[in-house]
């Protein structure tokens, strides 16, 4: 099993930032990969960046340039640094963990964390 619990989300003004944290417990947290999705209301949950336990990143195509992904595999905690924040941003963001590699798919990670609200305003 592995646990995840997200903090960091707030109330941000648009053109701000924030960074998001998740915090995993369980097994090795290097074997997994982590991804970041987010779900506004009357929306699908759609993918926002994953990572690789080595390293390598990948994004959704809305925030490419605006957000960043990032891990520390000695604390356990992947990390969403989110820049130029857009009210089509507001959502609740969820840290995800599954073995092996980085999907898009929300069907293929096994662990969630409760989500963290991200609002921004105009």
């Known amino acids: 099993q592995v646990q995840l619990v997200e903090s960091g989300g707030g109330l941000v003004q648009a053109g701000g930032s924030l960074r998001l944290s998740c915090a995993a417990s369980?097994?090795?947290?290097?074997?997994?990969?982590m991804g970041w999705f987010r779900q506004a209301p009357g929306k699908e949950r759609e993918f926002v960046a994953g990572i690789l336990g080595g390293g390598s990143t990948d994004y959704g195509n809305s925030v490419k340039g605006r957000f960043t992904i990032s891990r520390d595999n000695a604390k356990n905690t992947v990390y969403l640094q989110m820049n130029v924040l857009k009210p089509e941003d507001t959502a609740l963001y969820y840290c995800a963990a599954r073995p092996g590699i980085v999907s898009s798919s929300r069907y293929a990670y096994s662990y969630w964390g409760q989500g963290t609200q991200v609002t921004v305003s105009s």
């Open positions: 369980g097994r090795t947290f290097s074997n997994y990969a």
